[in-house]
């Protein structure tokens, strides 16, 4: 099944204990992408990846670290979360980056920084 | 810069009342145009797209059109069902651009 894979799902951490969260696609897509959900403000993007060791800033990076080693994965890094990152996060994967195709998104982790 | 503004929630509504989420763009570009939904515990799967003026999408019963002369591109269903109720997100996404643009979300509640 083409899917979309995140872990974990739900995460409770402190502040400044680092943390990642992992993201895998199975549909050989280029384009990965992040985004956080927050309460009255939709969904806005972190990093995306147009293809392996090719990653950029979005909208909201700052905090955020992600990496791009191989075409499946695209981990998301909090070096020092803080409680302003607790979240709902969504990775998100493309076949393309070129504005054509359906993006697909994981079933989200939930994110809460005390 | 690009925007989204879709109409603020929660709304509820009874079983197979008819149902209009707005959602207007800022007029920059060519722009597709999506509706996403997001089910209790889930992530967001695409609704329905168009991606030039005039397309109509649609899908499940909820249809939208790109409506170039209003920036509009409304949600509509004419007999909604318990099963509609779900997180409702306005989306665009630029032309050569992979990121996309999201409203605030819309929360649909519907009753027996």
């Known amino acids: 099944e083409a899917q979309v894979t995140q872990n974990p799902r739900y995460l409770i951490t402190v502040t400044g204990k680092k943390l990642t969260v992992t993201c895998s696609q199975n549909?050989?897509?280029?384009?990965m992408s992040w985004y956080r959900q927050d309460p009255g403000l939709g969904l806005r993007q972190i990093y995306y990846?147009?293809?392996?060791?090719?990653?950029d800033k979005g909208d909201v990076p700052e905090g955020y670290k992600v990496s791009r080693k191989e075409k499946r994965n695209f981990p998301l890094i909090l070096e020092s979360p803080s409680p302003n990152q607790t979240s709902l996060y969504f990775c998100a994967s493309s076949e393309s980056g070129t504005g054509v195709n359906e993006q697909y998104f994981g079933p989200g982790t939930r994110l809460t920084v005390t | 810069g690009d925007s989204v503004t879709q109409m603020e929630g929660p709304v509820t509504l009874s079983e197979e009342a008819f149902l209009t989420i707005n959602c207007t763009y800022t007029a920059t570009g060519y722009p597709s145009l999506f509706w996403y939904v997001q089910y209790p515990g889930e992530g967001l799967q695409l609704l329905l797209k168009a991606t030039k003026a005039d397309d109509k999408g649609s899908n499940k019963g909820f249809e939208a059109t790109y409506r170039k002369e209003t920036t509009s591109f409304h949600l509509e269903k004419g007999s909604v069902q318990v099963s509609d109720s779900a997180v409702y997100f306005c989306a665009r996404r630029d032309f050569g651009n992979e990121k996309l643009t999201f409203g605030t979300g819309t929360r649909l509640t519907i009753i027996p």
């Open positions: 549909m050989n897509h280029e384009y």
């Open positions: 990846s147009m293809n392996v060791e090719v990653t």
